[in-house]
Each structure stands twice: as structure tokens, then as C-alpha cells.
């Protein structure tokens, strides 16, 4: 059942579900709050009249503090043309004044194209991807998908990137990468043959790993208690229903009180998308589009620990995809296959080969970012990631061929992270904490268990992985612990201020905008049924997560044609325009056959996947 927010404290009615009420202290800063609403009341039409101030100069931002609502910007150092960095003061809890302010790092690409017609916030995904960079250091690529007359503007969501408070479980990053080496959430579970899944030697090493995941979940869980503590109900977005609200507290802010929302999000940037356009008033929403979309009555209503089974609905299609497309290209630029359209299976039996005799004998590794060994379970979890990015299946195939001619040391350095300070990769490109900020929203999304004698055990998670491989995806129905590293929320020690549940069904002023690939399109395919006649979907006919994966200008275009006002048909059917394993003289010949826009685009394009793939996994492949 839906009931209103607290009155006076939030920005604006929110359809969702809280139970968390106002406390009664802090009447001080409930004032304060009271006192910015009024004045943005007053001056909304002119936000920056009231609190923004452009600094041009070395200004700390991460030491600069103040009251909810106000906004500084200055900027970025280095200096880039039309790119400001800046900070926003928010309520850390919408529901509790006296529980402080959080400071929101921004990014700021300005229009180049006047008039502007507002800003549209971004999120790359992860959950965990820090958003500023996406506008501070690929603006003007997202503004040839999104339009060059929108100010974008990244942020980086609560406890991630530059935003204050941190999540911050361990002590510094070498603390944090030692707990998860050689674990199996750092390589995966691995699983010594799918031949025989009902050997109960397999059955009994499944149980052993899965022991051990949750001793490392339940660690996890007591540093993040012990380090953080009640500082963590506020991290890893405080939630995604708590991220929705800071969206519509900024936009109120730099735009004005009665301007909409606009907003562009990919991956579990879909999920944030789904929850700003079901929880805030249809009258706050503007243009909005979702991209590689993930199922978000599963996120909300689901144990965490059971959302692996939905990610690897299509694995198995593109698999098979993967394979067919490495035949045919041929030894030259796919060196898995042997021959020139060799039977595809014929490269899917020596595959499994490999990963049996992996899990009997893990492969040493001196020579890594961090001396170490690729076990069955690392590998065959990468190639899960792999096949989301279809444009990287050349470098997947060279890795793997190397690993399986007994040099694993590429494929090695795609999974595990180098201590900080090694030469072989700067810290700075690592994702600190990654699976900790991922934790941090998850177990505050999903249903916690009612009891400790509901919380899941090693026999009911492999009895869940099983399930995986037998009736979904024979392949890589237990590989997906290290691209979606879920789970473990039992151990977690605090409950989120809030939790949206649904409902899915909004009536909207304006279609939302649905893209996805073929493979999956099940998650785009439910939103769009669930908002008939407030939703559109482009289907991209190719493989991969996001339809940014294998570009296509006929995606892009209808994206940018969606953020100048011209809404697709419905179900509209879009190609690609680049090849899995393509060779020097298509590529020379495709770009011959483009205009220089339609060049700029499918170069724009790639650099959007890069920034993506980076939030997600904190390195570009």
C-alpha cells in the first residue's frame, strides 16, 4: 500500500512505500529545510540566481561543506572547455532531518547549442559507477547521442567516487584487494565439470565454495558495521528509492521547481530509470530513456542471492552467437577456431575442455598484475563477461586462445586487481571497493530475510546454482559472481531510510524510451507491457548488454531524435553497424560508406560503451 512522504522535508510527493517517520528533533535543520523549499518556491525559475556560484580556480570541493540546496560549481582541473565540476548539498536522509547532509559530487557538460533546453542527468550503471566522469570526460560524446542543445550532467551516487560521505569498509585499497584475493569472489565459483551435474563429489566442492562465499559476505558485512556504522543506512546510493529522490532534489535545484526531470541511464542506470518514473509524480517527469535494461520488479522484490538465474536468461544464445561469428571469421582474426567455418561446436568442446582440466589444475601465474592462478571458475565467469560486449570478442578470443595454449596471463589480468602502485595498472583505473558500493545498494534494494533461520545456506545456493545450469543456462548458469557479484544481504547491517517496491505501471506525460539488444530483450519487453501507452522499446537486433555494446547508428539516432521530441513506433526494429570480428578492410570500407556525422557518431558510440564498461568494472577492455 502507497502512502505520502513526510510533508516538508521532500522536494516532492513521491509514489512509494516508507514507513520511516519524521523524527521530532533536529527542529533546527528541519527549519533550514522548510526555509530552502520556500525560497525555491520563490525563485524557481532562476536556481541559479539563488545558489549557484561559478568559482573558475583550485577551490577544494571535497572539503567544501554547507546547508541542503546549496550548489557550487568551479572548474575541473584540468581545465576542459565547456566542463565544470561541482558539489550539491542533500538531506543524507529525506526522512530525518537531524541526520545531516550528504555532498554530491557533480559534472557538468554545458550546451553548445542555444537556446539550451535544460539539463538531463546520467547514469552509467554498475550499481557502484561514478557518474561524473560521464559528463566531465565523455560529454561531448553523449551529447552527439542526446543532443549538443542539453547541459548533461553526471553525478556520482551516495558513498561512490567523489561524493562524501565514502564507503569505505577497509582501511586503504591494499587491505581491501588482499581480502578478496584468490577468494571465490574474486574468481568465481567453479564448477569441475557441467557434464555430470549430479555427481555428488560436485555437489560436495559446490558446497565447500559456497561456504566459503558466505564466511566472506558475513566478513564483509562486520567490517562495513564496524568501520561505517549507522553511516552505511546513507551508502551505495542509501538505495535506489534514496537516489531517486536526490535526482528530483537536484533537478529542482539547478533547473527550478517546476521544470522536469530528463535523465539517461544504462544497465542498472535502467533500474534508477524505472524507479524515478514509478515513484515521482508523472508531472515531474520529462524525457527519459533506459538502456540494457535489468528486470526491476525482480531488483525490488527479490532476494538478491536469486537474481543470478535472471541474468543469464539469453547466455546461451549468445554463446552460441560468440561461437558461429569466431568460425567464421576464421583463425586470422579469431585464433579459437581452427579453420574457417569450422563447426562452431567443435570450438565449444575444446572450450569445456579447457575449463575441466582448469578446475583440476588452476594455471600459474607469475607474471599478472599480481603473481597468482587463473582457476576454471575465473575463466569461464570472464567469458560471461565477454559476451555482453560483443565488440570485444576478438580480445576474449585472443585471451582464451592464449590461456588454452598454456599463457593465461591476459585472461588472468581481466579478473584479479594488481596491488596498489603496480606499474602494470595505476590505482586510479581500479574500482576501490567495487563490490562493497555494490553491496551497499543491493541489500538495501532487496527483501532482507525475516530470521536468521531464513537467511540462505551453502546447500540452498548451490541448490540454486544447479537449478541455473540445468534449466537456463548450461554454460554459465553459476558464472556470474564476478560480473554480478549479489548475495550476502542477510549479513548486512542496516536497512536503507526507505525501499520502493512498486508499483511498475505509470501513466506518463511522455513516453519513456526503451532500447535494448535481442539478446536480452525479456526485462525491456516487461517495462514496455507494464507502461503500454507511456513506454516505447527499439529492439537492436544483436547480442549484448546495452544496445551501446555493438553499435547502431539507427539506435543512436532515434535516441537523439527522442531528446529533440520525435518519439519511434513502438517495437521499431534497429540493425547494426559494426561486425563482431571484423577485419581492416570492411572496417575501411563501412567508414568509406558513412557521412562525417554518421563517422563522429559510431566513434561517439564506442567511447560511450568505454565509459560504461569502466563504471561497471573500473577498466576498459
Known amino acids: 500500500m502507497l502512502s505520502n512522504p513526510p510533508p516538508k522535508i521532500q522536494p516532492s510527493s513521491i509514489r512509494e512505500s516508507s514507513k520511516n517517520p519524521v523524527s521530532k528533533s533536529g527542529r533546527n535543520r528541519l527549519l533550514v529545510l522548510v526555509l530552502f523549499l520556500i525560497a525555491l518556491s520563490v525563485f524557481g525559475g532562476q536556481p541559479a540566481r539563488l545558489f549557484g556560484h561559478i568559482c573558475h580556480g583550485r577551490s577544494s570541493l571535497a572539503s567544501w561543506s554547507g546547508s541542503p540546496g546549496e550548489i557550487y560549481w568551479e572548474q575541473c582541473m584540468p581545465a576542459v572547455n565547456n566542463v565544470e565540476c561541482g558539489r550539491i548539498i542533500v538531506p543524507k536522509d529525506y526522512f530525518n532531518p537531524d541526520a545531516g547532509t550528504a555532498s554530491i559530487a557533480l559534472g557538468r557538460y554545458k550546451a553548445t547549442k542555444h537556446p539550451r533546453k535544460g539539463s538531463v542527468f546520467l547514469n552509467p550503471g554498475g550499481p557502484g559507477g561514478a557518474g561524473t566522469k560521464m559528463a566531465t570526460a565523455k560529454g561531448d560524446v553523449m551529447a552527439k547521442l542526446i543532443g549538443d542543445d542539453w547541459d548533461l550532467i553526471g553525478f556520482d551516487p551516495r558513498g561512490i567516487g567523489s561524493t562524501r560521505p ?43 565454495q559456497h561456504r566459503q562465499f558466505l564466511a566472506l559476505k558475513q566478513t564483509q558485512a562486520e567490517l562495513c558495521r564496524k568501520n561505517m556504522g549507522d ?19 537536484m533537478a529542482k535545484v539547478i533547473e527550478g ?3 522536469k526531470i530528463n535523465y539517461w541511464g544504462g544497465s542498472y542506470g535502467s533500474i534508477l530509470g524505472a524507479y524515478l518514473v514509478n515513484m515521482l509524480p508523472p508531472s515531474r517527469i520529462g524525457y527519459v530513456a533506459i538502456d540494457g535494461i535489468a528486470n526491476p520488479i525482480i531488483w525490488a522484490n527479490e532476494p538478491s542471492h536469486k537474481w543470478p538465474i535472471n541474468w543469464v536468461a539469453d547466455a546461451e544464445k549468445t554463446y552460441q552467437m560468440f561461437l558461429q561469428d569466431c568460425s567464421k571469421a576464421g583463425p586470422t582474426l579469431c585464433p579459437l577456431a581452427k579453420h574457417k567455418d569450422e563447426h562452431w561446436k567443435n570450438l565449444q568442446r575444446r572450450l569445456e575442455e579447457f575449463f575441466d582440466a582448469t578446475a583440476r589444475n588452476p594455471i600459474p601465474v607469475p607474471f599478472g598484475n599480481r603473481p597468482g592462478f587463473l582457476t576454471s571458475g575465473g575463466a569461464r565467469g570472464m567469458l560471461e563477461i565477454f559476451l555482453q560486449q560483443p565488440t570485444v570478442w576478438p580480445t576474449a578470443a585472443r585471451a582464451f586462445a592464449s590461456a588454452m595454449s598454456g599463457n593465461a596471463t591476459e585472461l588472468y589480468n581481466y579478473i584479479v586487481r594488481p596491488m596498489p602502485g603496480s606499474p602494470s595498472l595505476p590505482w586510479p583505473t581500479v574500482a576501490l ?23 540462505p545456506t551453502a546447500e540452498d545456493l548451490t541448490d540454486q546454482g544447479l537449478k541455473a545450469l540445468r534449466e537456463v543456462s548450461e554454460h554459465f548458469g553459476m558464472s556470474t559472481g564476478i560480473s554480478e557479484p549479489d548475495g550476502g544481504c ?31 530483450k525479456a526485462s525491456g519487453l516487461l517495462i514496455n507491457s507494464l507502461m503500454p501507452n507511456s513506454s516505447v522499446i527499439i529492439i537492436q537486433d544483436g547480442p549484448g548488454h546495452c544496445s551501446l555494446a555493438l553499435p547502431s547508428l539507427c539506435t543512436a539516432k ?36 558513412l557521412s562525417v556525422e554518421d563517422r563522429e557518431l559510431l566513434d561517439a558510440l564506442k567511447g560511450i560503451r568505454e565509459s560504461m564498461v569502466e563504471a561497471r568494472f573500473g577498466f576498459v577492455f
Open 558 to 593: 532515434l535516441q537523439r531524435a527522442y531528446f529533440a521530441g520525435q518519439v519511434p513506433k513502438n517495437g521499431t526494429v534497429c540493425g547494426v553497424d559494426v561486425s563482431t570480428f571484423p577485419d581492416e578492410e570492411s572496417e575501411r570500407l563501412l567508414m568509406q560508406s
Open 433 to 455: 571497493n567495487k563490490d562493497l558500493v555494490r553491496l551497499a545498494v543491493t541489500c538495501l534494494d532487496s527483501p532482507r530475510p525475516a530470521s536468521k533461520e531464513a537467511f
Open 166 to 208: 565514502a564507503t569505505r569498509c577497509f582501511s586503504s585499497p591494499s587491505e581491501d584487494i588482499v581480502f578478496f584475493a584468490n577468494t571465490v569472489i574474486e574468481q568465481g565459483i567453479t564448477v569441475s565439470s557441467i557434464s555430470n551435474l549430479s555427481s555428488p563429489l560436485l555437489y560436495d566442492q559446490l558446497v565447500e
Open 490 to 520: 542477510q549479513y548486512w547491517p542496516v536497512d536503507g531510510p526507505e525501499r520502493f517496491t512498486g508499483p511498475w505501471n505509470a501513466s506518463l506525460e511522455r513516453e519513456m524510451l526503451i532500447a535494448d539488444p535481442i539478446t536480452p
Open 257 to 259: 521547481k517546476d521544470e
Open 231 to 249: 553511516e552505511l543506512r546513507y551508502m551505495g546510493t542509501a538505495g535506489t528509492a534514496t537516489v531517486v529522490r536526490d535526482i528530483d532534489f
